[in-house]
């Protein structure tokens, strides 16, 4: 079966503090892998997603990051997190014809 | 730039009474799936509708898209406090671009027992 594992599930993070949060994959070779925020009880907010090792498209400008280090491996990284980048962060991979969206458990940032 | 909306927002119920939520767009969509999310939890696939007209259910729910694929419904019967959830419709495109789901902005469900 194909798993998304996600960590930490929650997180508090000090204003100006780095950030990293770690998505991988099992049971799928060359996913496409994506990053969203959702704002408490609505829809999702694609930031960005991966084809492939060390190919990165953002799709919303912003203080966060991600890179691509191993085929199975994505993380949303910051240098220095905001206020406002608290939010419940999900990380998906596509099916094959990209028609549906398999997510992880996410990840709950408070930035205080 | 594809725009889901979705209707009502929130919509707050009595167990046993039946529901319908929609999902509306300007735009024509290759497929269209709904997701039903739990607090905490990611979204979790509940079905895929792909045809023009199509209908699918799933036990208690029924799904349709409409006939211009422009539009999708979600119809819940004698709703139960376990259908509970934040309701999610995504479209889909056959562009093959990568980035190919809009998602809406939900409809959050409340079942009173």
């Known amino acids: 079966s194909q798993t998304i594992h996600q960590w930490p599930a929650t997180l508090v993070q000090p204003v100006g503090s780095p950030l990293s949060l770690e998505c991988t994959v099992e049971g799928t070779s060359n996913p496409n892998l994506y990053w969203y925020r959702q704002a408490a009880g609505r829809g999702l907010q694609l930031l960005f997603y991966?084809?492939?090792?060390?190919?990165i498209s953002s799709e919303v400008p912003q203080n966060l990051s991600a890179s691509r280090p191993q085929d199975r491996q994505f993380i949303l990284s910051s240098k220095k997190l905001l206020l406002s980048d608290s939010g419940f962060y999900l990380c998906?991979?596509?099916?094959?014809?990209?028609?549906?969206?398999?997510f992880g458990q996410g990840t709950r940032l408070t930035v205080v | 730039t594809q725009l889901l909306e979705q209707s009502p927002q929130f919509l707050s119920i009595q167990e046993g009474e039946n529901l319908t939520v929609y999902c509306n767009s300007s735009s024509v969509f290759s497929s269209l799936q709904w997701y039903r999310q739990e607090p905490g939890e990611g979204p979790v696939l509940l079905v895929t509708v792909v045809t023009g007209g199509e209908v699918k259910k799933l036990k208690r729910l029924t799904f349709q898209f409409g006939d211009a694929r422009k539009d999708s419904s979600l119809h819940i019967t004698a709703a139960q406090p376990g259908d509970t959830g934040l309701y999610l419709c995504a479209g889909g495109l056959s562009s093959g671009s990568a980035r190919q789901l809009t998602f809406g902005s939900g409809t959050q469900l409340t079942v009173l027992p």
């Open positions: 998906a991979r596509y099916s094959r014809t990209g028609s549906e969206a398999f």
């Open positions: 991966s084809v492939g090792i060390g190919q």
